[in-house]
């Protein structure tokens, strides 16, 4: 061996090790993700389906056809060892290995008959409802929230992603920590938008009695229908302008009253 290789094979071989043990553990990881289906049914009382999923996306549909019973199925996707599941009425949830490297969830889709009253809750990922007429309150930590065609009163929440909503006409409380709010085609009297730094839209198809809409930071933009006794306007921010042609009529009963921490402020007539 000259002095050259020697040289080479002393340098040569920490660096190796050392490449193996920064990308050797993904290498693993990759070849050891997997997933498998899960499908469950559970029994529905005649309160509602409470149900708290662990992790990963969820999907509500109101097409069962049978209001006793409620259809979950889905997929669980892991690295390196299988998690076991646990599910009962009130839920179901992973039991993810020592070794988990973040990436053990549920995709889950529940199938419920439209007239069931729902509650929902599951650890971060996104959430959607439709076709459901019953009540329904549905939060996740931290993905987005969508819901379309819900006549009820409709309670949605998330820890930070956005929640965009379409077609509702019974109350309406949205939440998100940090997420813009977008809502069109909403028939609800009484409307509820809160984010704690994001933009709130909203587009009301039908007077409303009572709206409040606030962002820490965000911009604010609503546009309702002609009221037949007018509104009252209030509308303030820590920063940012004052806009749009809809002012307050004296002796008005519906309210609309918007904040924001900094953002401008749009109230319109359509």
Do not use: E
Not at 62 to 74: E, L
Not at 126 to 138: E, I, M, T
Not at 170 to 185: F, R
């Amino acid at each position: 061996m000259t002095p050259g290789r020697g040289v080479a094979l002393v340098l040569g071989v920490p660096v190796a090790v050392a490449l193996i043990a920064a990308g050797g553990f993904s290498v693993v990881q990759n070849l050891g993700r997997a997933s498998f289906p899960v499908s469950y049914q559970v029994p529905v009382p005649p309160s509602g389906l409470a149900m708290n999923l662990s992790g990963g996306n969820a999907t509500v549909r109101g097409d069962a056809p049978s209001a006793h019973t409620a259809q979950v199925s889905g997929t669980v996707s892991y690295d390196l060892a299988r998690p076991s599941v646990r599910h009962d009425a009130s839920g179901i949830s992973l039991n993810c290995p020592g070794i988990d490297t973040g990436n053990c969830d549920l995709d889950a889709t529940v199938d419920v008959a439209a007239s069931t009253a729902v509650t929902l809750t599951t650890g971060g990922g996104d959430l959607s409802v439709s076709g459901v007429s019953g009540v329904v309150s549905a939060s996740t930590d931290g993905g987005n929230v969508t819901a379309t065609g819900l006549p009820g009163r409709v309670t949605l929440s998330t820890g930070g992603g956005d929640v965009t909503v379409s077609q509702l006409s019974g109350p309406v409380s949205l939440h998100t920590d940090g997420g813009n709010i977008t809502a069109t085609g909403i028939m609800s009297t009484q409307v509820s938008a809160a984010t704690g730094g994001g933009d709130v839209t909203l587009t009301l198809t039908q007077a409303p009695h009572d709206l409040t809409v606030s962002t820490d930071g965000g911009n604010i933009t609503i546009v309702v229908p002609p009221a037949p006794g007018g509104y009252i306007v209030t509308k303030t921010t820590d920063g940012g302008n004052l806009g749009g042609h809809l002012q307050s009529t004296p002796g008005a009963t519906d309210l609309i009253t918007a904040h924001s921490g900094g953002g401008d402020i749009t109230i319109s007539q359509s």
